[in-house]
């Protein structure tokens, strides 16, 4: 499974961003996608996951009702539309598959994206 993320960039706070994860390889439509993000000196954390086939999402309690994630099968894409950006939203951002049961956690996720940085100025 191969992931590439983009679109981050630089945003004033209020404002939105799109980030896309195009997803190859053998069977990546078996797992589900998360995106998590690092701001420096702090852990990976989680912020939103969906099931390719469900179409079933998840999310932080820190970007509810903020941050939407959706799919394009035909695409092998996966988005995550940003809105209402805070200066705190400020960190890398990865896209990652999940393969195992844990969804919030880092470790239940073993293929990664190269990470894209979003940068939220106040």
């Known amino acids: 499974v191969q992931l590439q993320a983009s679109g981050g960039g630089l945003v004033q706070a209020g404002g939105s961003l799109r980030l896309s994860c195009a997803a190859s390889?053998?069977?990546?439509?078996?797992?589900?996608i998360g995106w998590f993000r690092q701001a420096p000196g702090k852990e990976r954390e989680f912020v939103t996951a969906?099931?390719?086939?469900?179409?079933?999402?998840y999310y932080a309690d820190s970007v509810k009702g903020r941050f939407t994630i959706s799919r394009d099968n035909a695409k092998n894409t996966v988005y995550l539309q940003m809105n209402s950006l805070k200066p705190e939203d400020t960190a890398v951002y990865y896209c990652?598959?999940?393969?195992?049961?844990?969804?919030?956690?880092?470790?239940?996720?073993?293929?990664w994206g190269q990470g894209t940085l979003v940068t939220v100025s106040s």
């Open positions: 990652a598959a999940k393969t195992s049961y844990l969804l919030s956690s880092p470790s239940g996720y073993a293929y």
């Open positions: 390889g053998r069977f990546f439509s078996s797992y589900p």
């Open positions: 969906i099931n390719w086939s469900s179409g079933s999402t």
